[in-house]
Antibody, heavy 118, light 107 residues
Framework: QVQLSQWGAGLLKPSETLSLTCAVHGGSFSGYYWNWIRQPPGKGLEWIGEINHGGSTNYNPSLRGRVTMSIDMSKNQYSLKLRSVTAADTAVYYC????????????WGQGTTVTVSS | DIQMTQSPSSLSASVGDRVTITCRSSQSISYYLNWYRQKPGKAPELLIYGASSLQTGVPSRFGGSGSGTDFTLTISSLQPEDFATYHCQQTYTIPRSFGQGTKLEIK
C-alpha cells in the first residue's frame, strides 16, 4: 500500500523560500501526477501544482511564477519550492498522488504546517 | 479559471439522517468531479471520483451524481465519523480547483 511522508521547514520569515519534500513509499512514480495542495487556517483547499514521472509540471497561475516542483526518482521523492513567501502563504501543505486515468487524489501525505512570520 | 461553489457551506444533521451536498462549476467539467471528506486535523480522503464512482474501500452509504456543471454528494445514513468537512474538486482543467468546503456538524 502506497504511503506518502512529507517534511520541511515549518517557520519562515517573509521573503524566504518554502521548501518541502514528499517521499513515496511502496509504489511507482509512473502513471501518476504528484501534487501539492495547501489549506490556509480555517479555509478551503488550494491546488498548487503537479509533476509527473517525466518531470513535466503544471502550476496554479495564481502563484505567479513563485513555484517550482522537481522529482528525484532515485530517491522516490518529489519537492516543492515556493519563493518570496508572505503571511498569505501560511497554511498546511499536503502532498498527494493523482491517478492519470481517474484524475483524482487517492493518497495523501500527513500535512506540514508552514507559518510565515517576521 | 473554473470556480467551484458548494452549498450549503455548513449544515447540521443527526446520526442516521440522509444528507445531500451540492457542487456547481462555473463552466462545464463533464464528469471530472471528485469528492473528499476531511476530518479535523487530518488530510482529505477520496470518496467519489468521476462524479459517481465510489473509491475502493469507501462505504456504500456515499453516492455521487451529476455531470456538466451540477453535482451532488449524498450520504444515505450518517455515521458518527461522517461529521467532517466535504470538498469537491474539478480536474477537467488546470488549475484543478476545489470548492470552499461544506462543514457537516452534529445537530
Amino acid at each position: 500500500q502506497v504511503q506518502l511522508s512529507q517534511w520541511g521547514a515549518g517557520l519562515l520569515k517573509p521573503s524566504e523560500t518554502l521548501s518541502l519534500t514528499c517521499a513515496v513509499h511502496g509504489g511507482s512514480f509512473s502513471g501518476y501526477y504528484w501534487n501539492w495542495i495547501r489549506q490556509p487556517p480555517g479555509k478551503g483547499l488550494e491546488w498548487i501544482g503537479e509533476i509527473n514521472h517525466g518531470g513535466s509540471t503544471n502550476y496554479n497561475p495564481s502563484l505567479r511564477g513563485r513555484v517550482t516542483m522537481s522529482i528525484d526518482m532515485s530517491k522516490n521523492q518529489y519537492s516543492l519550492k515556493l519563493r518570496s513567501v508572505t503571511a498569505a502563504d501560511t497554511a498546511v501543505y499536503y502532498c498527494a498522488r493523482c491517478m492519470f486515468a481517474e484524475l483524482s487524489m487517492d493518497v495523501w501525505g500527513q500535512g506540514t504546517t508552514v507559518t510565515v512570520s517576521s | 479559471d473554473i470556480q467551484m461553489t458548494q452549498s450549503p457551506s455548513s449544515l447540521s444533521a443527526s446520526v442516521g439522517d440522509r444528507v445531500t451536498i451540492t457542487c456547481r462549476s462555473s463552466q462545464s467539467i463533464s464528469y471530472y468531479l471528485n469528492w473528499y471528506r476531511q476530518k479535523p486535523g487530518k488530510a482529505p480522503e477520496l470518496l467519489i471520483y468521476g462524479a459517481s464512482s465510489l473509491q475502493t474501500g469507501v462505504p456504500s452509504r456515499f453516492g455521487g451524481s451529476g455531470s456538466g456543471t451540477d453535482f451532488t454528494l449524498t450520504i444515505s445514513s450518517l455515521q458518527p465519523e461522517d461529521f467532517a468537512t466535504y470538498h469537491c474538486q474539478q480536474t477537467y482543467t488546470i488549475p484543478r480547483s476545489f470548492g470552499q468546503g461544506t462543514k457537516l456538524e452534529i445537530k
